[in-house]
C-alpha cells in the first residue's frame, strides 16, 4: 500500500484533533476526507490549507449517531478519490458528570456517538476497506486514570478497545489491522472547555513533561500506524499520554 494509493476518511475532522490528523496524514500522501458534524465554516479551512499543500481533501458533513453517515462517507471518499484504505474513528464527545448525576440524555449521546459511530464505522470498514489497510480509533488514557466525573466517557472509551481487538482477529486474514490511540490530556477544545486555568495548570503540573499534549503528538501517532511501518502492529492501544499514566 503506497501513499499515492491511499486514501483516508477521518470523523470529527473539523477542528483538534481530528483536523490536525487529516493535515498530517494529507502530508503523507493521502487523499482525505474531512468529516464534521457542524461548523463548515471551520472543516472548509482544513481542506482549503490541505488543498494550498497541493495535497487533496473533500469536507463532507455528517453526524456519525445517524446510521447512515457512515455509508455515505465510504460513498462520498469512492466518487470523489477510489478506494478507501484508512478510517480514522475520531469523532467523539465528552459530558463529565459524576454517575450518580449523569443524565439519561448525555449518557445516550455519549453511547451514540463515541461507540454507536465508532462501531459503523468499523463495520463499514470491515467490509469496504482495501486490503492492507487501517481501521484507527480514539480512545482515551482517562482508562487507567480512572478519574471521578469520567465514568459514561472512560466506559465508552472501553468499548472501542475491545472492539478493535477482537475486530482485528477476525480482519487478520486480510492484512487490515485494528488499532487504537489514547491520548492524555490534550489542549483542544473538548478538553479543555469548562476548566478553571487552575485546574489546567494542575494537571499540566501532574505530567512528567510539565505541560498538555498538542494535536500534533497525536496525529504523529496515528499517521505511524496508517503507514506502512505498522504493519506489524494490530490489536493494540497505544497510551500516547507523554508518560501521565
Known amino acids: 500500500m503506497t ?15 481530528g483536523a490536525q490528523i487529516a493535515h498530517r496524514l494529507a502530508q503523507d500522501g493521502c487523499a482525505v476526507v474531512v468529516n464534521y458534524s457542524s461548523d463548515e465554516i471551520a472543516a472548509n479551512k482544513v481542506v482549503d490549507a490541505i488543498r494550498k499543500e497541493k495535497g487533496r481533501a473533500l469536507a463532507v458533513r455528517g453526524d456519525v449517531s ?13 466518487r470523489e478519490f477510489g478506494s478507501v484504505s484508512v478510517l480514522v ?3 467523539g464527545i465528552m ?20 461507540i454507536g459511530g465508532t462501531f459503523r464505522g468499523m463495520r463499514e470498514a470491515a467490509n469496504r ?12 488514557s482517562v482508562i487507567g486514570l480512572y478519574q471521578p466525573s469520567y465514568g459514561v466517557y472512560a466506559a465508552t472509551k472501553a468499548a472501542i478497545e475491545a472492539m478493535s481487538r477482537i475486530l482485528a482477529k477476525e480482519l487478520g486474514a486480510r492484512a487490515i489491522t485494528v488499532n487504537t490511540v489514547a491520548p492524555g490530556p490534550v489542549a ?13 495548570e494542575a494537571i499540566k503540573s501532574s505530567h512528567p513533561y510539565g ?5 500534533e ?7 505511524f500506524l496508517a503507514g506502512p511501518e505498522a504493519a506489524w502492529i494490530n490489536g493494540q492501544t497505544l497510551r500516547a499520554n507523554g508518560g501521565i499514566v
Open 3 to 17: 501513499k499515492s494509493q491511499k486514501t483516508a476518511i477521518i470523523t470529527g475532522a473539523g477542528k483538534g484533533i
Open 66 to 78: 445517524d446510521p447512515a453517515c457512515i455509508k455515505m462517507l465510504f460513498d462520498s471518499a469512492e
Open 89 to 91: 474513528n475520531n469523532a
Open 95 to 114: 459530558r463529565n458528570s459524576p454517575i450518580s448525576a449523569t443524565a439519561d440524555a448525555d449518557f445516550d449521546t455519549q453511547c451514540a456517538i463515541n
Open 129 to 140: 476497506l482495501t486490503d492492507g489497510g487501517r481501521i484507527i480509533s480514539l480512545s482515551s
Open 188 to 200: 483542544t477544545d473538548l478538553f479543555l472547555a469548562g476548566k478553571p486555568a487552575a485546574v489546567i
Open 211 to 215: 505541560r498538555l499534549g498538542t494535536p
Open 217 to 223: 503528538d497525536i496525529a504523529a501517532v496515528v499517521a
